[in-house]
């Protein structure tokens, strides 16, 4: 199963994507989740660079310091 938690555009291209994914192992009874944060980069209507993070407060903040260094220039 996919959900996605959190979607947060930052401006100048950015874009921030945290989900949630879980599933169970073939044969087994317990389940598996994994929450994972994407950091986007978008140029002219395409993903440019795309960055997966396990640590959303470390996204978070480097998706604030992309955005930044993108609106200076």
Do not use: N
């Not at 979607?7 to 291209?13: A, E, K, M, P, Q």
């Not at 002219?44 to 470390?58: H, M, N, P, V």
Request: proline share 1%.
């Amino acid at each position: 199963m996919f959900e996605v938690q959190e979607v947060l555009d930052l401006g100048s291209g950015v874009v921030l994507l945290t989900y949630r994914d879980s599933g169970r192992p073939a044969g087994g009874e317990g389940r598996v989740r994994q929450q994972h944060t994407l950091v986007g980069l978008w140029v002219g209507g395409k993903i440019e660079r795309l960055t997966s993070y396990r640590d959303s407060d470390e996204a978070h903040a480097a998706a604030k310091r992309l955005a930044q260094e993108r609106a200076d220039g």
